[in-house]
């Protein structure tokens, strides 16, 4: 975990988060917290991870998703260096489709 962002701050956001109950409950409180541009972003890097994952390369990815090759390589370092949060959450999907 990444202690430059760990603050109460950001606990408390946090935990607004995890109260959330629905798509619904997050497109509301998102669209409120975030401008549209960032809640793009924010997908697009979570659909560049989801497909660097499923091993597709780089033009693939950028021809579907419209992200440069700086945000693929970013996204990438994350998955091969992060605190594995993107695969905690592929891992919580996968079985949750079980």
């Known amino acids: 975990m990444n202690k430059k962002i760990q603050t ?4 408390h956001l946090f935990e607004g988060i ?3 109950k ?3 409950e997050c497109y ?3 669209e409120d917290l975030c401008t549209v541009n ?3 972003s924010m997908s697009q890097r979570y659909e560049v991870a989801t497909m660097l994952s499923d091993k ?3 033009l693939e990815i950028a021809e579907s998703t ?3 090759t700086a945000t693929i390589s970013r996204v990438n370092r994350s998955l091969i260096y992060g605190n594995d949060g993107y695969s905690m959450v592929f891992d919580r999907l996968q ?3 079980k």
């Open 66 to 68: 419209g992200a440069s």
């Open 8 to 11: 109460d701050a950001v606990d």
């Open 95 to 97: 079985n949750k489709e």
């Open 28 to 30: 509301s409180f998102f």
């Open 38 to 40: 960032e809640i793009l």
């Open 18 to 20: 995890l109260t959330l």
């Open 22 to 24: 629905s798509k619904e």
């Open 56 to 58: 597709k390369t780089y």
